[in-house]
């Protein structure tokens, strides 16, 4: 069963961080490029941060560079997010993607909320 599940979300002071997980079961993982996707209400989702299938290459949109990293572990078939100096805007529904050509999966989401 081709499946990926998100995990980490949660509620965070702003300046806070949090580190989401999307685990991969059911395709080659390694095969992949992997891509973290978010959504506010009454918002298109947007890519906040992508992955090359072997690692070595990287991509963040400008409202989060230097905040947002992105790592995956083959071995483990798993992708990270390191979400640091969170704001309320980061606020959001967060969603793993795997991209093959044109044969793409989702994750069903993970909710972000940046709060005081």
């Known amino acids: 069963q081709v499946q990926l599940v998100e995990s980490g979300g949660g509620l965070v002071q702003p300046g806070g961080s949090l580190r989401l997980s999307c685990a991969a079961s059911g395709f080659t993982f390694s095969r992949y490029a992997m891509s973290w996707y978010r959504q506010a209400p009454g918002k298109e989702r947007e890519l906040v941060a992508s992955i090359t299938s072997s690692g070595t290459s990287t991509n963040y949109p400008d409202s989060v560079k230097g905040r947002f990293t992105i790592s995956r572990d083959n071995a483990k078939n798993t992708v990270y997010l390191q979400m640091n100096m969170l704001k309320p805007e980061d606020t959001a529904v967060y969603y793993c993607?795997?991209?093959?050509?044109?044969?793409?999966?989702w994750g069903q989401g993970t909710q972000v909320t940046v709060s005081s």
């Open positions: 993607n795997a991209k093959r050509g044109a044969y793409a999966i």
